[in-house]
């Protein structure tokens, strides 16, 4: 007897139980957005703000693992979101930086990004943006892929790990070449070298003019 064909197996679907998707991703983007501009405006600390029930939803309540996985990835967005929110209206560090000192280096990414930060609109669409980049949820035209710029460092495959870390070296190579304390420590150090060559030099005059003084006084 001929074994009966078996049946074709069709490649099992993979059930995402968060909203990984960029539409649903910018809507949680600009939900947050909104309550963190209605807390700015109330004058309150963006540090002291927590997620807003209404925005976990459903998801709140239940301790199934699709409402966990839901409400954890929300508190994500969030998280995401109120970094960069923070970011962008971050006071300028330079503001009050005395004249004989250099400018602080800005490392902040999104620092003054936003052209017109009084619109709320332009706000929630540059934070969408960003957010759905770091998610790899869109990426950008004409450009270098992250990926491809990795390759500079070398052209075995690599996996996320690697790619994570790639990413964060480009980011703080910035620190380890800023040299700006260390010649700032040298410029005080010469500083106070030459203020002490110019008190003793002053005080050796004055001894000087004293002892002219005291023979003056004996003849």
């Known amino acids: 007897m001929a074994e009966p064909k078996r049946a074709l197996q069709k490649p099992c679907e993979t059930l995402l ?8 991703v910018e809507v949680l983007v600009h939900s947050a957005a909104e309550e963190l501009w209605k807390w700015k405006e109330l004058g ?11 925005l976990l939803g459903c998801a709140s309540k239940g301790l199934d693992i699709e409402s966990t996985s839901k409400r954890v990835y929300t508190q994500a ?12 209206f971050a006071e300028d560090p330079n503001l009050n930086q005395p004249v004989w000192m ?4 800005i490392n902040s990414s999104y620092f003054r990004r936003v052209k017109n ?11 969408a943006t960003e ?14 892929t992250d990926w491809q710029k990795m390759m500079k460092f070398g052209r075995k495959k690599r996996d996320r790990v690697d790619h994570i870390l790639v990413q964060e070296l480009h980011e ?7 040299y700006d304390e260390d010649e700032l420590c040298v410029k005080m150090q010469l500083a106070d070298g030459i203020f002490e060559t110019l008190i003793r030099d002053t005080i050796d005059v004055l001894n000087q003019i004293s002892e002219k003084q005291g023979r003056v006084l004996l003849v």
């Not at 250099?102 to 280096?105: G, L, T, Y």
């Not at 930060?117 to 934070?127: A, G, T, Y």
């Open 44 to 54: 309150h600390d963006l540090h002291s703000i927590s997620i807003p029930l209404k």
């Open 17 to 24: 139980a968060v909203p990984h998707t960029a539409e649903e």
């Open 172 to 178: 703080e190579e910035a620190q380890w070449v800023n």
């Open 117 to 127: 930060p009084d619109s709320l609109d332009e706000i929630k669409n540059f934070i």
């Open 131 to 144: 957010v759905l980049k770091l998610f790899s949820l869109k990426k950008e035209p004409n450009h270098k």
């Open 77 to 88: 967005v969030f998280d995401l979101t109120k970094e960069i929110f923070e970011e962008i």
């Open 102 to 105: 250099k400018p602080c280096r």
